[in-house]
C-alpha cells in the first residue's frame, strides 16, 4: 500500500513554469511505477508522464514532451513533475499515480494508487 500528497500547484502565466511534487508513504516506494495524469473540465483523465522504479525510464505525452519532466527519488519518497513552458490548455487538475507493475503504464486503469489531485491553472 501506498498513499500519495500532490503539492506545488497554482495559477501561472502562459509561458511560466511550475513544479509539481508528489510524496509518497510506504517503505517500498522505490519498487512503484510512478505516473502523472491531468483531468481538465469537462474531460477525461489523461496520461501526461510516466517513470520507472529506477526513473531512467521515463514516458511522456506527445502534448508535453520536451516540455515536462518527470523524476524521483526513492530516498525521499517523491516524485516530481516540472512543468516548463506552460500553455493555457495545460490548464488541469494534476493527479499522481502508483502501481506495482513490471511495465511502465500510460493508462490510468493500471495505476491503483491516486492522490488526491493538485490544481493547475495557466492564463492567457
Known amino acids: 500500500q501506498v498513499q500519495l500528497v500532490e503539492s506545488g500547484g497554482g495559477l501561472v502565466q502562459a509561458g511560466g513554469s511550475l513544479r509539481l511534487s508528489c510524496a509518497a508513504s510506504?517503505?517500498?516506494?522505490?519498487?512503484?511505477?510512478m505516473g502523472w495524469f491531468r483531468q481538465a473540465p469537462g474531460k477525461e483523465r489523461e496520461f501526461v508522464a510516466a517513470?520507472?522504479?529506477?526513473?531512467?525510464?521515463?514516458y511522456y505525452a506527445d502534448s508535453v514532451k520536451g516540455r515536462f519532466t518527470i523524476s524521483r527519488d526513492n530516498a525521499k519518497n517523491t516524485v516530481w513533475l516540472q512543468m516548463n513552458s506552460l500553455k493555457p490548455e495545460d490548464t488541469a487538475v494534476y493527479y499522481c499515480?502508483?502501481?506495482?507493475?513490471?511495465?511502465?503504464?500510460?493508462?490510468?486503469?493500471?495505476?491503483?494508487?491516486w492522490g488526491q489531485g493538485t490544481q493547475v491553472t495557466v492564463s492567457s
Open positions: 517513470a520507472g522504479w529506477s526513473g531512467g525510464s521515463t
Open positions: 510506504g517503505r517500498t516506494f522505490s519498487i512503484y511505477v
Open positions: 499515480a502508483a502501481d506495482r507493475r513490471t511495465w511502465i503504464p500510460t493508462s490510468q486503469y493500471d495505476y491503483n494508487y
